[in-house]
């Protein structure tokens, strides 16, 4: 089926530890993104990638690293995992405005469960 | 910066029966969209109906309608025939229609009891 593929689905890490989270689509959309949903918190945009080649922070960058592969692909790095990064992760993508009917409507994976011991 | 407020945590609907959620919202820009996405204990966000700003008609899809009032900056989310698949979180999210940011609002869970 078509859509965004994020692993690992579980982790569990220790206070220090590093970790990259693997997102990709094979809908050929342009933008694609990294959120974060704690309870009551609904979802936080980590960091975006609105063309292949570019990224930009959101509203809770710090802490994390993002990779813009290539189209298909949009990593997401916790160079040394903390226990405030225990979290579900969230990837998802869109197609680029101004395109018919996507635009604006994003995409997610399954997400990620992220426990950062 | 935009702001979206869900002030039901929870929320619980007899099965066949009708149920609105709310959300209000905060911006100063005229052109956004305004959407609803579900997400069921799988966790998995699935889109259940967006709004264009710009429209006054309020978007229908099947048993899903919102009732959307842009001078009160407010957007309601009105579920007919409650099925017990509806039970989930319900996110309310805004989105500028010139940017890349969806910001969402806290949630709103929704049980059905059969």
């Known amino acids: 089926n078509a859509g965004v593929t994020q692993t690992p689905k579980f982790q569990v890490l220790k206070t220090g530890q590093s970790m990259t989270l693997q997102c990709a689509q094979d809908?050929?959309?342009?933008?694609m993104y990294w959120y974060r949903q704690d309870p009551g918190m609904g979802l936080r945009l980590i960091y975006y990638?609105?063309?292949?080649?570019?990224?930009d922070k959101g509203e809770v960058p710090n802490g994390y690293n993002v990779s813009r592969l290539n189209k298909r692909e949009f990593s997401l790095r916790l160079e040394s995992a903390a226990p405030s990064q225990t979290s579900v992760y969230f990837c998802?993508?869109?197609?680029?405005?101004?395109?018919?009917?996507?635009?604006?409507?994003?995409?997610f994976g399954a997400g990620s469960r992220l426990t950062v011991l | 910066a935009q702001t979206v407020t869900q002030s039901q945590p929870e929320m619980s609907v007899q099965e066949a029966e009708t149920v609105t959620l709310s959300c209000t919202y905060d911006?100063?820009?005229?052109?956004?969209?305004l959407f609803w996405y579900k997400q069921p204990p799988s966790r998995q966000m699935i889109l259940v109906i967006r709004?264009?700003?710009?429209?006054?008609q309020n978007a229908t899809e099947n048993r899903f309608s919102v009732n959307f009032q842009k001078a009160a900056k407010s957007f309601s989310l009105k579920i007919s025939d409650s099925q017990l698949g509806d039970a989930a979180m319900y996110f309310c999210?805004?989105?500028?229609?010139?940017?890349?940011?969806?910001?969402f609002g806290g949630g709103t869970r929704l049980m059905v009891k059969p």
């Open positions: 709004q264009e700003a710009y429209k006054q």
């Open positions: 998802a993508s869109s197609a680029h405005r101004g395109t018919v009917s996507g635009a604006n409507v994003l995409t």
């Open positions: 990638s609105a063309s292949e080649g570019t990224t």
């Open positions: 911006t100063s820009e005229s052109d956004y969209y």
């Open positions: 809908m050929n959309h342009n933008s």
């Open positions: 999210a805004y989105r500028l229609d010139a940017g890349n940011m969806l910001t």
